[in-house]
């Protein structure tokens, strides 16, 4: 019998009312990869979330329309800085705890991508708007499954072995929407895309025997009609399978 990993994915809170929610494309995903995705509410409590990542072959962070709280990389709140809740980063902070204690394979999209890189000890854009480090439009609104610019992918990287990608010379298209991104990149990171403009736009583990990946589009929202986002979701599922025997 298929062995189907599962894939835990931390969810997002409403403040308004109280329900935790998450776009339902992140679980659609997972399934047509060969993947169980488990639902992990935000509740930060450590051993609770220490007995939920036992259970899971692999951890995907999700994107949220929050920012992660600059006191974590030891900045101050700009005038910018979107909506923080501390539910939401003291999940995944703790979650990535564990899932590093068992050597996961991680898969962390925008917001994903932005909390794995603080949990690494690097820092983030507050707000590359006003940041002046920015030449094109991050967050492009709707609708969000258009592919609105172009990314350059590191040679030798987790992205490059994708044959879309390598098909495509490294060069693809992705959809956009964020107000922040990576500046300082942590440790045991490396960043392996950019933006034409410079932002970066993925990072991947660098030690052997880890796969962690973190992207800062949406492959979630592309995944039915894009290779690249297809391709991206079917590897880490993969990788879950084969940690987990």
Same mark, same amino acid.
């Given at each position: 019998?298929?062995?189907?990993p599962?894939?835990?994915?931390t969810?997002?809170?409403?403040?308004?009312t109280?329900r935790?929610?998450?776009?339902?494309?992140?679980?659609?995903a997972?399934?047509a990869?060969g993947?169980?995705p488990?639902?992990?509410?935000?509740?930060?409590?450590?051993?609770f979330v220490?007995?939920?990542?036992?259970?899971?072959d692999g951890l995907?962070?999700?994107g949220?329309?929050t920012?992660?709280?600059?006191?974590y990389y030891?900045?101050?709140?700009?005038p910018?800085?979107?909506?923080v809740?501390?539910?939401?980063?003291e999940?995944?902070?703790?979650?990535?705890r564990?899932?590093?204690e068992?050597a996961?394979?991680?898969l962390?999209?925008c917001?994903?991508?932005?909390v794995?890189?603080?949990?690494?000890?690097g820092?983030?854009?507050?707000?590359?708007?006003?940041?002046g480090?920015?030449?094109?439009?991050?967050d492009?609104?709707?609708?969000?499954?258009?592919?609105?610019h @172009? *990314?350059?992918?590191?040679?030798e990287?987790?992205l490059?072995?994708l044959e879309p %990608?390598?098909t =495509?010379?490294?060069?693809? /298209?992705?959809n956009?929407?964020?107000?922040?991104?990576?500046k @300082? *990149?942590g440790?045991?990171?490396?960043?392996i895309?950019?933006?034409?403009?410079? %932002?970066?736009? =993925?990072?991947e583990?660098? /030690?052997?025997?880890?796969?962690a990946?973190?992207v800062?589009?949406?492959p979630?929202?592309t995944?039915d009609h894009?290779?690249?986002?297809k391709?991206i979701?079917?590897v880490f599922?993969?990788v879950?399978r084969n940690?987990a025997?």
């Open positions: 019998m298929v062995r189907h599962r894939i835990g994915i969810t997002r809170l409403e403040l308004s109280g935790y929610y998450l776009d339902r494309r992140y679980c659609a997972v399934v990869s993947g169980v488990i639902l992990i509410p935000l509740i930060p409590g450590t051993e220490r007995q939920i990542v036992d259970c899971i995907l962070l999700p949220s329309n920012d992660v709280d600059p006191s030891g900045e101050e709140p700009e910018r800085l979107g909506t809740i501390p539910d939401k980063d999940t995944d902070l703790l979650a990535l564990f899932a590093e068992k996961l394979p991680i962390a999209i917001f994903g991508m932005q794995l890189n603080v949990f690494r000890g820092s983030i854009i507050q707000d590359i708007g006003s940041s480090t920015t030449s094109i439009k991050h492009q609104g709707v609708p969000y499954e258009r592919n609105s @172009s *990314v350059l992918i590191e040679a990287s987790l490059s072995r %990608v390598s =495509a010379g490294g060069k693809i /298209r992705v956009s929407s964020h107000h922040q991104a990576v @300082s *990149v440790r045991d990171l490396a960043a895309a950019r933006a034409s403009d410079g %932002v970066i736009e =993925a990072i583990d660098t /030690r052997d025997g880890r796969w990946l973190g800062q589009w949406h979630e929202m995944c894009d290779p690249v986002s391709d979701f079917k599922v993969e879950s940690g025997a």
